[in-house]
């Protein structure tokens, strides 16, 4: 099933640096604590996909291979100042003076190609995993200062080496982008030997994935160059190994090499110095807690909301950020994930814009990654027995058209933040052959003809993309929607789209009939949001297929058969109205 993509953005260098410089600006101008660290670290990010542009261009102008060149070393230069920035700030707990890091950026403002346009992959980790670079400093601190050389995979492996450089003493670590099938990588590196001789090495990266085979490719490399293998570290993002693609070979080097990993739970959940804590974080926000955080990730927010097990609706929790609930004395609070870097600020502003229109729950604040939102205790999300009450119905209809009208007036995206409608056909077409067989493939022949002719009506705006029902709360004739923030900035390939996207998505997850779908387009066009009609029929299919995939491979991933059987519900009801769709019945 094709559901996954890269999230991109494209901006100048110098651009990039004069977002650097800003961030540095802001965070000299703010008080000690951890709202200042975390401009540190949106620094360091930045740095880093400065960095790995930067390196992929020079990559990608020598034949798809790395090699060293003063303009990378530059950009890692000024990464590896913003990871000390970074470094002293964490051991400080947030109150050490800042230095003006004017010299490195200048430096790359003399050697960098300013005016030329770089495509920057939103890291992974940061924007949706609760990866925080500071675990990688606290575990390479573990180790023995001896002479190092650390290598950091793109794209994410840049500014994460960098905070591993800074706690083993390498003052110039390497960048390099593995190549080849995703479940066979190997290095192209070209020059001297990737071996430093009588050095540890250590190599970085969020993984492993599906197949482990990026950080184990660099294994073999050091291996075959006649390093041994106790001097060859691997700093991961969690200690599970590799997923269920890895091959014999790569297990294998998986299992004779030092692991170093430092989880989330214990950076701020159970760090030594309240500093470090999320807990304390919170409480700057909000106030005292009378009790600890309470994890509701992997669906715990079900029993928080005190769902029966029959309407409990389904959760992939591999895939779901790390949530809290939080007992202040002024009531309950939400603590979620959001992110790190640009994208976590321009959701968090979203969320406020949101909340202060009435559409979602009150904010409160952001802390290093965190939103923190009104919990009601006294609203339950939506369920088959609400969608079967015709005044909750209409009700809903006109909440969804002025929702979905506020979303259009007030988050516009650029052209290229989203898959094409040619994509979306592509990706229609696999997944309709991949469930019901190749005839399913014809009805996507019309559907691409007419995805060229449309493709200049779409006006992108930053779409929920998850409108199902349970992402809905109800309660004293009130309706508001959660998780509304990032799900235009996902790991998957949809994107920011047209309005009528979430019209489509409306339609299908609250199974309007065509006279409510007639009231939920009558009251987007009252509200100055007219869908196109041509549109809203070939995004139709193209989001039951998309939605078929998601739960497809959802339910491959769950670990119980009740989750299971829930997630292989939702892609079957899919399956039906997709089935119906490309049939014209």
Request: charged share 20%; aromatic share 8%.
């Amino acid at each position: 099933m094709l559901v996954y993509g890269d999230a991109t953005r494209r901006e100048s260098v110098a651009r990039k640096l004069e977002t650097l410089r800003g961030l540095l600006a802001d965070a000299r101008a703010s008080p000690p604590g951890i709202g200042r660290h975390s401009l540190l670290v949106d620094a360091l990010i930045e740095a880093g996909e400065l960095a790995q542009c930067i390196a992929d261009a020079r990559f990608d102008a020598a034949g798809q291979r790395d090699a060293a060149s003063c303009e990378v070393q530059a950009a890692m230069a000024l990464t590896m100042a913003m990871a000390r920035l970074c470094a002293r700030s964490w051991t400080s707990a947030f109150a050490c003076w800042l230095d003006a890091n004017d010299e490195e950026i200048a430096a790359c403002e003399a050697l960098l190609p300013l005016s030329i346009d770089i495509d920057v992959k939103q890291p992974e980790g940061y924007a949706f995993y609760a990866l925080y670079p500071e675990s990688y400093f606290i575990a390479a601190g573990r180790l023995q200062r001896r002479p190092w050389r650390v290598i950091g995979l793109r794209s994410i492996g840049t500014s994460l080496a960098a905070m591993v450089a800074v706690a083993l003493g390498d003052t110039a670590p390497l960048t390099l982008r593995p190549v080849g099938h995703p479940f066979d990588r190997r290095v192209a590196w070209s020059g001297a030997p990737l071996a430093m001789p009588h050095a540890h090495h250590a190599i970085v990266d969020e993984g492993p994935g599906f197949s482990g085979s990026s950080m184990a490719c660099v294994v073999r490399q050091l291996r075959q160059e006649g390093v041994a293998p106790d001097r060859i570290h691997l700093f991961p993002g969690h200690g599970n190994g590799p997923g269920p693609k890895a091959s014999t070979e790569t297990r294998a080097l998986w299992s004779q090499t030092a692991l170093h990993v430092v989880g989330t739970d214990e950076l701020i959940l159970h760090a030594a110095d309240p500093a470090h804590r999320l807990q304390t974080w919170v409480e700057g926000i909000v106030g005292p807690l009378q009790a600890p955080l309470f994890e509701l990730t992997g669906g715990g927010w079900r029993n928080a909301h005190g769902l029966d097990e029959h309407e409990a609706p389904p959760a992939h929790p591999w895939q779901e950020r790390r949530k809290f609930l939080a007992h202040g004395e002024g009531g309950m609070w939400l603590v979620k994930f959001i992110g790190l870097g640009h994208g976590a600020r321009q959701r968090f502003e979203c969320a406020r814009a949101l909340a202060e229109a009435g559409f979602s729950p009150a904010v409160a604040g952001l802390c290093h990654g965190f939103m923190v939102e009104r919990w009601h205790a006294d609203m339950a999300p939506l369920t088959s027995e609400h969608l079967g009450c015709t005044a909750l119905r209409a009700q809903l209809i006109a909440q969804l058209a002025r929702y979905i009208a506020f979303r259009a007036r007030s988050f516009p995206a650029a052209g290229e933040s989203g898959a094409s409608l040619q994509a979306l056909c592509d990706m229609g077409r696999h997944n309709s052959i991949e469930a019901f067989g190749t005839g399913s493939g014809d009805a996507w022949d019309v559907y691409a003809r007419q995805a060229n002719q449309l493709q200049g009506r779409v006006k992108r705006v930053r779409t929920d993309n998850r409108m199902q029902a349970w992402e809905w709360l109800a309660g004293d004739e009130r309706l508001l929607k959660t998780d509304a923030v990032d799900h235009h900035a996902g790991h998957d390939l949809v994107g920011c789209q047209d309005p009528a996207w979430d019209a489509a998505g409306a339609a299908a997850e609250f199974g309007l009939d065509a006279a409510e779908l007639g009231q939920l387009l009558d009251g987007l066009r009252r509200h100055g949001c007219p869908i196109d009609a041509a549109l809203l029929a070939l995004y139709t299919p193209a989001y039951l297929a998309f939605q078929l995939g998601q739960y497809r491979l959802a339910a491959q991933d769950a670990r119980s058969p009740i989750e299971r059987a829930r997630l292989e519900a939702q892609a079957e009801r899919h399956a039906r109205a997709l089935r119906r769709q490309l049939s014209g019945t």
